[in-house]
């Protein structure tokens, strides 16, 4: 889809979800724009727990991690947060808080020090 369209999808969403798989790759060396963009978003993210995606998401802070590979614990996470106002506010806040320790301008700033 065109990227001018990403943002207006994920505003009408009451869940993201990202249930990467345990792949070498996934798992240890991927940062998918796609996290960065839910963050921003301001909804509550349900997530693999990969050490890759928890160097930005932490379980019951900013988003509801499960193990990669098990569709009832990601359907229960997805329940739960559907289900529990107060919990998706709280994750989606955090989210949008923690997102600009992620932005280009932040990223720019860390490599310029380097």
């Not at 960065?36 to 693999?48: D, K």
């Not at 995606?53 to 098990?70: I, Q, R, S």
């Not at 997805?78 to 107060?86: E, G, L």
């Amino acid at each position: 889809m065109p990227p001018g369209d990403v943002a207006g999808l994920l505003d009408g969403a009451d869940v993201l979800v990202l249930p990467n798989t345990a792949t070498e790759v996934s798992a240890r060396y991927t940062s998918p724009l796609k996290l960065f963009e839910y963050l921003a978003a301001g909804r509550p993210i349900v997530a693999s727990r990969l050490p890759a995606l928890e160097e930005v998401l932490v379980h019951e802070e900013n988003a509801l991690l499960v193990a990669p590979g098990d569709p009832a614990a990601l359907a229960a996470a997805i329940d739960r947060v559907t289900r529990d106002p107060a919990l998706a506010l709280r994750l989606a806040r955090q989210a949008f808080t923690d997102a600009e320790r992620f932005s280009w301008a932040r990223r720019a700033e860390r490599l310029d020090a380097i």
